[in-house]
């Protein structure tokens, strides 16, 4: 097997770790975004961003901030004023890097 290719994972169980991997996301706030991101190329937007789209794909749009709230726990506006910090030089690099792999 590749590394695209994905095994076959009953929808049931893909949406448990999927809820287990949010549950972990919001517990783990010191896990800033902007180190994610230049750690494995994708955050907390990232996965609001997908839930949206995902949701929209299946004739259930969900806004922007409705599927942030839905990952976060809260309004993002909330969370961001509680835990994210200003990003450094060296933080912005490291992403700015690890994003162009995504392509």
């Known amino acids: ?22 549950a972990h996301l919001r517990h783990r706030h010191d896990a800033e975004n902007i180190d994610l991101m230049g750690l494995a190329g ?24 409705e599927a942030r709230a ?11 004023g509680r835990y994210q910090g200003e990003a450094t030089e060296a933080q912005l690099a490291r992403m700015k890097e690890s994003v162009a792999k995504n392509a």
């Not at 994905?6 to 287990?20: K, L, N, S, T």
């Open 70 to 80: 839905a990952i976060y726990g809260m309004p993002y506006a909330e969370w961001k």
């Open 1 to 22: 097997m590749s590394e695209t290719t994905m095994p076959e994972i009953d929808d049931a169980v893909a949406a448990d770790a999927f809820r287990r991997l949010v």
């Open 42 to 65: 994708f955050c907390r937007n990232c996965l609001s961003d997908w839930i949206a789209e995902a949701s929209a794909e299946r004739g259930q749009p969900m806004e922007k901030e």
